[in-house]
């Protein structure tokens, strides 16, 4: 069974910084990537980033370049987002999901709900 332990959300003021954790269990980190999209209420999904499958290579969304990165401790079966410089536009729920980067697709192939953990808040105050 796959589970995908998200963690690390929480409230931030503008320009701070917190860092999610996805601990898998029931994958591997050579078949299925691992990354994370964000959920607004009444707005699309956004994939936010992913690591590939073997960690040959990442995606960062354009809108947080420069500010997010992710990373992975094969160790611990974790992958880890860091999220500096925080806007309150980055106010989402954010999820940790299997992913894909394919070299046809400009964004990352998210999973089916059973490659989901549960969502984690992140609130970005002003």
């Known amino acids: 069974e796959v589970q995908l332990q998200a963690s690390g959300g929480g409230l931030v003021q503008v320009g701070g910084s917190l860092r999610l954790s996805c601990a898998a269990s029931?994958?591997?980190?050579?078949?299925?990537?691992i990354g994370w999209f964000r959920q607004v209420p009444g707005k699309e999904r956004e994939g936010v980033s992913c690591?590939?499958?073997?960690?040959?290579?990442?995606y960062v969304a354009d809108s947080v370049k420069g500010r997010f990165t992710i990373s992975s401790d094969n160790a611990k079966n974790t992958v880890y987002l860091q999220m500096n410089s925080l806007k309150p536009e980055d106010t989402a729920v954010y999820y940790c999901?299997?992913?894909?980067?394919?070299?046809?697709?400009?964004?990352?192939?998210?999973?089916?709900?059973?490659?989901w953990g549960k969502g984690t808040q992140v609130t970005v105050s002003s």
């Open positions: 999901a299997a992913c894909d980067i394919l070299a046809d697709l400009a964004t990352p192939y998210y999973y089916g709900m059973d490659y």
């Open positions: 029931g994958l591997s980190f050579d078949n299925f990537g």
């Open positions: 690591i590939s499958r073997g960690h040959t290579s990442t």
